[in-house]
């Protein structure tokens, strides 16, 4: 059974960068041909994709977010980070990490992924 496990710090500043790390267990990151991406869902909206990152290391960004997203992993320690930077509050949302296939993009619910952590609510503010 795999299972995903986000951690990070619940508030941020405005202007900062986000940093949340997924931890896997029961499943490695670089087994084909799974996507580990990163979403989000703000208060009173849908699921948003942020990015995902591939068994073999690429990396896909919403357009929306591209310029302030960044998704790299460690192998030896089964985890995948994100990083979002100049953080406004518009950014606050319940972030989950999850692993999906080559159409995660286009999900739309949590269900559509095959596995994916509670999530972790980070709040941007002063």
């Known amino acids: 059974q795999v299972q995903l496990q986000e951690s990070g710090p619940g508030l941020v500043k405005p202007s900062q960068t986000l940093s949340l790390t997924c931890t896997v267990s029961?499943?490695?990151?670089?087994?084909?041909?799974?996507?580990w991406s990163w979403i989000r869902q703000p208060p009173g909206k849908g699921l948003e994709w942020i990015g995902s990152?591939?068994?073999?290391?690429?990396?896909y960004y919403s357009p929306s977010l591209e310029s302030r997203a960044s998704i790299s992993r460690d192998t030896s320690k089964n985890q995948f980070t994100l990083q979002l930077s100049s953080v406004t509050p518009e950014d606050t949302a319940v972030y989950y990490c999850a692993r999906g296939g080559s159409g995660s993009r286009y999900y739309t619910r949590l269900q559509d992924y095959s596995y994916w952590g509670q999530g972790t609510q980070v709040t941007v503010s002063s």
């Open positions: 029961g499943g490695s990151i670089t087994t084909s041909y799974y996507y």
């Open positions: 990152i591939t068994y073999s290391g690429s990396t």
